[in-house]
């Protein structure tokens, strides 16, 4: 279990530093939109392995 949460926070943590120089550089609200749409996508999908059961 430790293992799933820490390789989600790095994981996590590599996708936002990956995506900020897109969010701060160009001022588009729909690719901000899409961009917002795919990390809460990966969230509820960390959320979810976290909550199953360990392999």
Do not use: E, H
């Not at 994981?11 to 701060?24: E, K, R, S």
């Not at 160009?26 to 199953?52: E, F, N, P, T």
């Amino acid at each position: 279990m430790a293992m799933k949460i820490v390789a989600g926070v790095v994981a996590t943590a590599l996708m936002l530093l990956f995506l900020l120089p897109y969010i701060i550089k160009m001022r588009d609200v729909a690719l901000g939109a899409v961009i917002l749409i795919g990390l809460s996508m990966m969230l509820v999908d960390l959320w979810q392995s976290l909550k199953s059961k360990d392999d």
